[in-house]
């Protein structure tokens, strides 16, 4: 305060004028003028400034104060307009203070006078405000002085609810107060001006306190001054008004233009990427989660600073004109980095933990507070909160179960598929025409790759941090999501809890993570989703919108379904003992009409998938992982990895302790049973091979079984839990500590087996040694064939998982194809088929059943150069058939067995001479195992830029065939159409004097209609189950 | 909230609730419990994993490596017969030192023969003869330059093994005996090659240890340059172990008095087979025992009318890596059984001279088959063929025989059905079948086992060269 002003004090105390703005506020402005009417301060007078009211506001303020006192604003510029109009008159500029007041803050009688009192005696105030609480329930309060993080966003000290019992009666110095009640001193509205019009009237306050910060005036928070405010607007009111759709808009362009304002350079240049960096992040979730609205608002206020940037720029240009304190100094007042995570760990808990059921009031009234030891509380915190116990113990296992998985570069090993380099090669992967693994071909990418595209972006653009992320992640996701199905059944939070440990220590997730199947992870972590999803349509108490049911479930299942087809299998399974369990047959006909219209739009939405899986037969939906043992699948295990072990079975040997428990054999008990039991015997029959393919795929059965075995243990405990203490002893006491008993060996015994870190995958260490011989991911313009045992399980890393199985009596096997590299994660949910894949088999089976000894010559057409197995993997009499071939050289491969085929031809060149071209005509088994090897063949790049010159003879692609692909010559005028080669590939029979060539794929439009047309049933699917903004 | 009508009410409907609820419900997951584990026994024991089935591939596609070797105006030949009622395209690689020098395809008609000029002017000569969508027999034949034209034929090879045995060579004054690698493959080869002879040890040459054998090539490597048998040595016995790559050995002698070719043997067995006719006596065996355990063998001939065992009450013993000769003394158009008595394997081939003094070797056949295809010994212009049937077993054998010729099969009566007596050596004359010209033989037994062999002459007499049969492959499509 001035010199002047302190003389003047000592004699009269100092003028206060009320600027009240009011918009369509009758209904509680009588109230605010009264309790203007009944303050104590001695110099007051009031200036009320009427936006546009039309709901008698300006009569009723014209009344109160007379019509001199009303200004009137034909429409509503905005608070921040609305006193700037007010300090234009006489009365403003002869204040020492101005008193910003909306008209829902109603303040009490010596509001005003304890606000002035608070100025005048501190040092160098420029701003006061009130402590300010509920309008309604003035017990609670509503502000205290605000604060806010770095990027400029809002933070309260206050927790929800938070009531008044005087824990904040202190003078505060605060980041900003809220417009709703602020008292301004004349020097400092003098020197930093008004607030800033541009900004809506619930935000200016932040820019305006943090501008009088940075010019050194102090902003202060009294107790002594006490106010109720309604927030009108934050609630919707009046009728009409903007804010409750637009709150996140209104936050954001107001967090960024402070920040953009008040924030020095220097200060700038490292906040603002961060600021950037997190604004994608939470547009990546809000579009993730499908909160559009909020995404597009988001985008909408980084929008509206873009265009007035010019006037942000002239705004903060006045504001550091008039700075004195550092940015360091305002700091101080800021909330601590920290808070922000806290505040997204608590979004976070409610978007994964559904709401609890609010206890009854009066269940802790009369309790007696008792001194008690800390490892007591600690367990009376971990009962109370069994999640987030849970959690931190997962974080720990985690920790020591991933310890030697953190730090590799690059996982390897398993069954683990290789993921591009960038993520730009996800989107060229959906976006071709072209299929660039297995044997070609023209079948699209499934969804699953944009999926995993954008989600490498989202990942710093690393694939290879997705990839880690996505192996050690899942299973915890797969956690939660049981978590959140057993505990919408039982509503039992500790159950749940316990349901979800089982099912993430399970066999069948633990073998998933060894093994570093991430479709298989992604698919049992949905699984509990899908699974309560597809019973609630047959559940007639379940309300449900039939549309958005219909297209969620279908969006959810072609997710599902993009990554692992076996997902089919397991909806299936579902739907079939939902509909035989169903309580009537009007429930079950809806839940089946339901559960039809969830596949057709599955099928739409994930069409390649849909291509896939018809033109495989069902091939695709098939996984084999070997033969498994009945009573390893009792375990709910394939035979190998951590959690294999006999103590595997505690999970269905709790399930079916905990069944006897389960009042009254109830409807989703009988469900889990039956599903249990049915997955358990499918997916034996499957892996012993006496199912068709396309029913085959243990790991889709077992992970079903594997998740109502844990259902049926969350179903018990809640059973158990619920009213067991008023029971006499008895069996079901005796049962319940069985119950705990087995589950607590098994959990703890699981939980050591994974601690242990014996996965599959790991660093490099886990590829063969031998494997360079082979190729290196970088390597291109060959394949390899790899090989496996009939009965299934994994090939040699990296090969990936085996595609198809050829059927040779003794010599039987399953392979897969791929490049250099070995498996890739962008042929994930795509079907190995086609005329080439057939036409391999029919090699195959010849190498290994039909004896022939030619066998280089024989795959030289398929680009194969290597045939590679395991050692030891392969039946004796399947390793004798390949030595026999003369083509093949085996080469010493240590840990491999390991072929060479030099005869191999280039997947694209021209190969000269007769030979080819003659033999290209036909699919005779001699005309093949007679073919030459292709030694002059002059490769020939797809993205050819200069044409090459043609020599007599075959421009041979090693794809599968499409009739779309074409030939220009620079020596005819018209392109030549492709013939088929060998009766699967693409050849093009040329002579010398067609000069140039050059080929071209003429496919690619028909692939931009089909992904165009698969991206809008995406985005109109994600439309219609988008979810309600929280802005 | 606190329970309104106390405790007592709240402990009410459990003593009122029936214990037999619960225990109804442990029964009921016991007998669920017991039938899941009880089916899984019963399916895991009792039904199993399903058997892969079998493949439904029969296209068939082979090769057959002839190490033939050659010299300075010999002429080389390739016959090849096809038994199958199908045609079948045959591609042949001839190979020198420095690659391959042709490779003409052709195709052989269903049951005919082919008989075709390799190149064999070089000692490292040989040819690898492919066949494709079908089964072929093959075998070299190989005429001296000099004048007499001494004769040499083998079965070719069926492929390539890890090691290779050539038992008998000499390298005595004017004689000189190669082994003959080819790797008709797209790998570089290493072998090592180890020399023994019938007096001293084992003779590793430091320029033989490793030889490497470029990919799709073949060399003759020259014993003599290595070890030149002293006067008291009969035999010198090549041994081939490959290192690296996959090579095929035989083994070819020459010297003033004739010719002999020797297929690589590339493992040792307990028993063998060794048919002869029209040889002069006495003729020769050649053991060799390459094992770490002495081997007691036991030899026995086998004629048209009696067996003997013509090593006595005392079985021939050879030690380890021991090669020996033993002389099979004068027995005439017998055939030969050796077998190790105390079950060691061992190595054994016969040398037998002609008429005129030109020799031949015949390896053995360690077992007995069903199905012969016998090829001709002589060169295209013809001569005389003795077809030789031994039948070693314990039953006698009865056989039919077709002959088949350049036009196809040759109708002949009289060998439709021949018995060959447990024990014994039959022999059949083609000569005046075929009109002296070179011709195939299909044995086929209808009952027993025999091994088929043939015997030959050249036109005029002085060329002597034997070869054994080709069994052929059970379930052959079409086998006429």
């Given at each position: 305060m001035s010199e002047a002003s302190g003389s003047a004090r000592a004699t009269r105390p100092p003028s206060v004028l009320v600027v009240l703005v009011a918009k369509d506020g009758a209904s509680w402005l009588r109230q605010c003028l009264l309790a203007l009417s009944k303050q104590t301060h001695p110099r007051l007078g009031v200036l009320a400034v009427d936006t546009g009211s039309t709901d008698g506001s300006l009569e009723l303020l014209e009344q109160a104060l007379g019509a001199d006192r009303v200004t009137t604003l034909d429409r509503n510029p905005g608070f921040a307009t609305a006193v700037a109009s007010a300090t234009r008159t006489e009365a403003a500029r002869e204040a020492d203070y101005l008193l910003l007041l909306h008209d829902d803050a109603v303040l009490a009688p010596d509001a005003i006078a304890r606000m002035v009192e608070a100025a005048e005696r501190i040092e160098g105030v420029g701003i006061v405000g009130p402590k300010i609480l509920d309008w309604e329930e003035p017990r609670l309060l509503r502000e205290i002085g605000m604060s806010s993080d770095r990027f400029g966003y809002p933070y309260s000290p206050l927790e929800e609810g938070e009531i008044d019992q005087g824990q904040y009666d202190r003078v505060r110095e605060v980041l900003f107060v809220s417009s709703s009640a602020m008292l301004v001193s004349k020097e400092a509205w003098g020197r930093i001006g008004l607030p800033d019009e541009r900004l809506d009237s619930a935000h200016e306050d932040l820019d305006f306190c943090w501008r009088a910060r940075i010019a050194g005036f102090r902003v202060l928070m009294t107790p002594a001054a006490e106010a109720r405010h309604r927030g009108a607007s934050g609630r919707g009111e009046p009728d009409g008004s903007r804010q409750g759709t637009r709150g996140r808009y209104e936050r954001e362009r107001a967090s960024l233009v402070s920040i953009l304002k008040n924030y020095r350079l220097i200060s700038l240049l490292w906040l603002l990427p961060l600021h950037a960096i997190q604004g994608l992040m939470r547009l990546v979730v809000f579009t993730a989660s499908r909160r559009f609205g909020d995404a597009y608002q988001l985008l909408a206020a980084w929008g509206w600073n873009l265009i007035n940037l010019p006037g942000t720029l002239a705004r903060r240009f006045r504001a550091q004109r008039r700075r004195t304190v550092s940015d360091r100094e305002v700091r101080q007042y800021m909330a601590p980095a920290g808070e922000r995570l806290r505040r997204w760990a608590a979004l976070a808990r409610q978007a994964l933990i559904p709401p609890r059921a609010e206890p009854e009031l009066g269940d802790e009234e009369g309790e007696v507070t008792l001194r008690v030891p800390i490892r007591v509380q600690l367990g009376r915190l971990a009962l109370a909160h069994p999640a987030g116990a849970v959690w931190?113990?997962?974080?720990?296992?985690?920790?020591?179960?991933?310890?030697?998985?953190?730090?590799?570069?690059?996982?390897?090993?398993?069954?683990?598929?290789?993921?591009?380099?960038?993520?730009?090669?996800?989107?060229?992967?959906?976006?071709?025409?072209?299929?660039?693994?297995?044997?070609?071909?023209?079948?699209?990418?499934?969804?699953?790759?944009?999926?995993?595209?954008?989600?490498?972006?989202?990942?710093?653009?690393?694939?290879?941090?997705?990839?880690?992320?996505l192996l050690l992640g899942l299973p915890a996701v797969a956690g939660v999501a049981c978590y959140r199905a057993v505990r919408a059944a039982t509503n039992g939070g500790a159950p749940a809890v316990v349901a979800a440990l089982c099912y993430s220590l399970s066999a069948v997730v633990l073998w998933g993570v060894s093994e570093g199947r991430i479709p298989a992870l992604v698919f049992l972590a949905g699984l509990p989703w899908l699974a309560t999803k597809l019973r609630e349509a047959f559940d007639s108490a379940v309300p449900t919108r039939s549309l958005r049911w219909v297209v969620g479930a279908g969006l959810g299942l072609a997710v599902l379904a993009s990554f692992f087809p076996g997902a089919l299998l397991a909806g299936a399974i579902i739907a079939v003992w939902a509909a035989a369990t169903a309580p009537g047959t009007a429930a079950r006909a809806r839940g089946l009409v339901l559960t039809a219209g969830a596949l057709a739009t599955a099928a739409l939405l994930a069409l390649p998938v849909t291509f896939g899986v018809i033109a495989s037969a069902g091939g695709l939906m098939a996984d084999r992982v070997g033969a498994p043992s009945f009573f390893s699948l009792l375990r709910l295990s394939f035979g190998h990895g951590p959690g294999a072990w006999v103590v595997a079975a505690f999970l269905p040997l709790g399930a079916a302790l905990s069944l006897v428990f389960v009042p009254s054999w109830a409807r989703l008990a009988g469900w889990c049973v039956l599903a249990a039991v049915s997955s358990l015997y499918l997916a034996w029959l499957g892996g012993a091979g006496y199912l068709p393919a396309a029913l085959s795929n243990p790991i889709a059965f077992v992970g079903l079984a594997a998740f109502c075995c844990s259902m049926l243990v969350g179903l018990g405990l809640s059973s158990l839990a619920t009213g067991v203490e008023r029971q006499a002893f008895g069996l079901q006491q005796v049962g319940g500590a069985a119950v705990v008993l087995v589950l607590g060996v098994g959990l703890l015994a699981q939980a050591g087996n994974a601690a242990n870190a014996g996965w599959e995958v790991g660093g490099a260490e886990r590829l063969p040694l031998a494997y360079p011989l082979v190729g290196q991911p970088g390597a291109a313009g060959y394949r390899v064939l790899w090989l496996g045992p009939w009965s299934g399980g994994d090939l040699s890393p990296p090969a990936g998982t085996p595609e198809r199985r050829v059927p040779a009596g003794d010599a039987s096997i399953a392979y897969a194809v791929t490049g250099p590299g070995g498996g890739e994660i962008t042929d994930v949910g795509r079907a190995s088929a086609g005329a080439g894949y057939e036409a391999l088999d029919r090699a195959l089976?010849?190498?290994?059943?039909?004896?022939?000894?030619?066998?280089?010559?024989?795959?030289?057409?398929?680009?194969?150069?290597?045939?590679?197995?395991?050692?030891?993997?392969?039946?004796?009499?399947?390793?004798?058939?390949?030595?026999?071939?003369?083509?093949?050289?085996?080469?010493?491969?240590?840990?491999?067995?390991?072929?060479?085929?030099?005869?191999?031809?280039?997947?694209?060149?021209?190969?000269?001479?007769?030979?080819w071209r003659s033999a290209a005509g036909g699919s005779e088994f001699a005309t093949l195992a007679s073919l030459p090897p292709p030694a002059r063949a002059a490769r020939?790049?797809?993205?050819?830029?200069?044409?090459?010159?043609?020599?007599?003879?075959?421009?041979?692609?090693?794809?599968?065939?499409?009739?779309?692909?074409?030939?220009?010559?620079?020596?005819?005028?018209?392109?030549?159409?492709?013939?088929?080669?060998?009766?699967?590939?693409?050849?093009?029979?040329?002579?010398?004097?067609?000069?140039?060539?050059?080929?071209?794929?003429?496919?690619?439009?028909?692939?931009?209609?089909?992904?165009?047309?698969?991206?809008?049933?995406?985005?109109?699917?994600?439309?219609?189950?988008?979810?309600?903004?929280r802005g | 909230m606190a329970d309104p009508a106390g405790p007592q009410a709240a402990l009410e409907p459990a003593a009122r609730k029936p214990a037999p609820a619960v225990r109804g419900r442990v029964v009921g997951v016991a007998l669920l419990a017991a039938l899941l584990v009880g089916s899984g026994f019963a399916l895991q024991r009792g039904v199993g994993a399903g058997p892969a089935p079998a493949g439904v591939g029969d296209d068939r596609s082979g090769a057959w490596f002839c190490p033939h070797g050659g010299g300075e105006g010999y002429r080389g030949w390739i016959a090849v017969t096809n038994p199958e009622s199908r045609p079948v395209r045959v591609r042949l690689t001839t190979l020198g030192a420095g690659g391959a020098l042709e490779r003409p395809t052709f195709t052989v008609p269903a049951g005919r023969q082919v008989i075709r000029s390799v190149p064999a002017t070089r000692s490292e000569a040989s040819t690898m003869v492919e066949f494709l969508g079908g089964w072929v027999a093959a075998g070299s034949i190989l005429r001296g330059g000099s004048d007499p034209a001494y004769l040499a034929a083998e079965r070719c090879a069926p492929g390539p093994r890890r090691t290779w045995y050539v038992p008998d060579t000499t390298t005595a004054r004017g004689e000189s005996s190669y082994l003959v690698v080819m790797n008709p493959f797209a790998q570089d080869a290493a072998v090592d090659v180890v020399i023994r002879t019938d007096k001293r040890g084992e003779i590793h040459p430091g320029a033989l240890a490793p030889y490497v054998v470029p990919a799709g090539t073949s060399v003759a490597l020259g014993l003599n340059t290595y070890v030149l048998q002293a006067p008291d040595e009969q035999l010198v016995s090549g041994e081939v172990q490959v290192r690296l790559g996959r090579v095929v050995t035989g083994g070819l002698t020459i010297s003033a008095d004739g010719l002999r070719a020797e297929a690589g043997i590339p493992s040792p067995a307990v028993r063998w087979v060794l048919p002869g006719a029209m040889y002069r006596t006495p003729s020769t065996l050649a053991l060799l025992n390459p094992g770490p355990r002495r081997a007691d063998v036991e030899v026995i001939a086998q004629s048209a009318s009696s067996q003997r065992l013509l090593t006595g009450l005392d079985p021939v013993s050879l030690g380890p890596g021991e090669v020996k000769a033993f002389g099979l003394g004068g027995q005439v158009d017998a055939g030969v059984v050796v077998q190790s008595s105390n079950q060691v394997p061992v190595m054994a081939v016969r040398r037998m001279e002609g008429e005129s003094g030109d020799a031949a070797i015949l390896g053995g056949e360690a077992d007995d088959a069903r199905a012969w295809v016998v090829l001709p010994a002589v060169p295209p212009e013809g001569g005389n063929q003795l077809l030789l049937l031994q039948n070693s077993g314990r039953v006698d054998a009865s056989v039919s025989l077709t002959l088949i010729g350049r036009s196809g099969p040759i109708d002949n009566p009289s060998t439709d059905s021949i018995v060959v007596p447990s024990g014994r050596l039959v022999t059949v004359d083609l000569s005046s079948v075929s009109a002296r010209s070179p011709v195939s033989v299909l044995v086929t037994a209808s009952q027993g086992t025999i091994v088929a062999g043939c015997a030959s002459y050249s036109q005029d007499g002085k060329g002597y060269a034997a070869t054994l049969g080709v069994p052929v492959p059970s379930g052959l499509s079409g086998q006429r």
């Open positions: 931190l113990l997962a974080g720990v296992l985690a920790a020591i179960a991933y310890r030697n998985l953190f730090g590799t570069s690059l996982l390897e090993g398993g069954a683990l598929a290789r993921f591009p380099a960038a993520p730009s090669d996800f989107f060229r992967e959906v976006g071709s025409g072209l299929r660039h693994t297995g044997l070609g071909g023209t079948q699209a990418a499934s969804p699953a790759v944009g999926i995993l595209g954008v989600a490498s972006v989202i990942t710093f653009g690393s694939p290879a941090l997705l990839q880690k992320l089976t010849d190498i290994l059943a039909g004896g022939t000894r030619h066998g280089g010559a024989l795959l030289s057409t398929f680009g194969i150069r290597f045939v590679v197995a395991r050692s030891g993997s392969l039946a004796p009499q399947t390793v004798r058939r390949l030595h026999s071939q003369l083509d093949l050289d085996r080469v010493s491969g240590g840990d491999l067995i390991l072929f060479r085929n030099p005869g191999a031809a280039p997947l694209a060149s021209i190969v000269p001479g007769p030979e020939l790049p797809f993205d050819l830029e200069a044409p090459l010159r043609a020599s007599d003879g075959l421009v041979f692609l090693s794809q599968q065939f499409d009739g779309r692909w074409r030939l220009e010559r620079e020596g005819r005028g018209s392109a030549m159409k492709p013939s088929r080669a060998f009766g699967w590939a693409v050849g093009f029979p040329v002579t010398e004097a067609d000069g140039g060539v050059r080929l071209r794929f003429g496919g690619q439009t028909a692939r931009d209609v089909e992904l165009a047309l698969v991206a809008v049933l995406w985005l109109a699917a994600l439309w219609i189950t988008r979810r309600p903004s | -």
